[in-house]
Structures are given as structure tokens and as C-alpha cells.
């Protein structure tokens, strides 16, 4: 019984460290909309949400809204980001269009690379980034409640049988 929720637990904790793990823009891959879409469009109900609006160029640093705070940073002409909560949605608008990151719900990540802009067909890169929106549930999933306190659980028993 006890080898058995020990199995268990080590495979909880491992699935729990599977769905935080970086996700990578390239394994989503984004939807581009034309227009100016917002997270509402995509989200209804209490989400946290940042939007962040550079003047002329990128701008890395820390932003904060609420409870959720993403660091944003460029490298190879594209941007990363990395959060206090997982993210479900990222909206990066350049030009007319938007790239629409959707992360949930395959992926609550709380970090990614290799966001862009969408493409510019004219120039043959991309447009340059006007405003970067995320989106985040400040309220963890269920599932993730279930992993973590399973994997408590399991630790617990672990503890209380090397005691006796």
C-alpha cells in the first residue's frame, strides 16, 4: 500500500513539474488575427490580465497589474517572458494584425520564448511589437490543486514510515 502511494506521489510531483515546465512559442504556435483583438475576445470571466505598451521600441523590464507581474526580456528578434501565475493567452499586436499565443489548456506555462509579431510581407520581417497582453487565472486549476495535494499526501506517508 504504502510502495504504491509512494509510485503515485513520485509520479504526481513529476506531472506537476511537467505542467509548469517553459512551454516555447514554436510548440504553440500563434493564431494571427487582423485588427486589434483583446483578451475579452478570447476570455470570458475573472481573469487577471497585464497589457503592456511600448512607445517606439521594445522594452524589457518587470510589469505589474493586480496580481500577476511578467518579466519581459528580448533575445533574436524575438521576446521571452516569464510570470508569477500561468499564463493562458498572450496577445503580441504589431502592425495591423495580432499574434495570439493560446496556451490553456494544453499548456499554464510560466514562461516562454520566441514570441513575435506577426510578419510583415512587404518588409520580409516582422512588425515591430506595440503592445504585449497576458492573460492569467489567479485561481489555481483544480487539476493542479489535486497533483499538488496528492503529492503531499504521498511525501507524508513517506515520512511516517521511515519514523517507525
Keep these: 500500500?504504502?510502495?504504491?502511494?509512494?509510485?503515485?506521489?513520485?509520479?504526481?510531483?513529476?506531472?506537476?513539474l511537467f505542467c509548469v515546465a517553459p512551454a516555447h512559442a514554436s510548440l504553440i504556435g500563434p493564431t494571427q488575427c487582423e485588427g486589434?483583438?483583446?483578451?475579452?475576445?478570447f476570455h470570458k470571466g475573472d481573469w487577471s490580465t497585464l497589457k503592456i505598451e511600448f512607445d517606439n521600441d521594445f522594452q524589457a523590464g518587470t510589469h505589474t497589474e493586480g496580481p500577476l507581474t511578467v518579466r519581459i526580456w528580448q533575445e533574436n528578434g524575438s521576446f521571452g517572458w516569464e510570470s508569477n501565475l500561468p499564463i493562458c493567452s498572450v496577445i503580441v499586436k504589431g502592425g495591423p494584425a495580432a499574434n495570439?499565443?493560446?496556451y490553456f489548456p494544453n499548456?499554464?506555462?510560466?514562461?516562454?520564448?520566441?514570441?513575435?509579431?506577426p510578419h510583415n510581407a512587404s518588409s520580409g520581417k516582422n512588425y515591430g511589437?506595440?503592445?504585449v497582453d497576458f492573460a492569467a487565472s489567479p485561481v489555481p486549476e483544480?487539476?493542479?490543486?489535486?497533483?499538488?495535494?496528492?503529492?503531499?499526501?504521498?511525501v507524508a506517508a513517506?515520512?511516517?514510515k521511515r519514523k517507525k
Excluded at 1 to 16: C, D, E, N
Excluded at 36 to 41: L, M, Q, R, S, Y
Excluded at 142 to 154: E, F, Y
Aim: hydrophobic fraction near 50%; glycine fraction near 10%; charged fraction near 10%.
Design 129 to 131: 511589437i506595440s503592445h
Design 36 to 41: 486589434n483583438p483583446k483578451i475579452g475576445d
Design 107 to 117: 499548456y499554464t506555462p510560466i514562461t516562454d520564448i520566441g514570441l513575435v509579431a
Design 1 to 16: 500500500m504504502i510502495r504504491a502511494l509512494l509510485r503515485f506521489g513520485v509520479i504526481t510531483i513529476a506531472g506537476l
Design 158 to 160: 513517506l515520512t511516517k
Design 142 to 154: 483544480p487539476a493542479t490543486m489535486l497533483l499538488v495535494g496528492t503529492g503531499l499526501i504521498a
Design 100 to 102: 495570439v499565443y493560446h
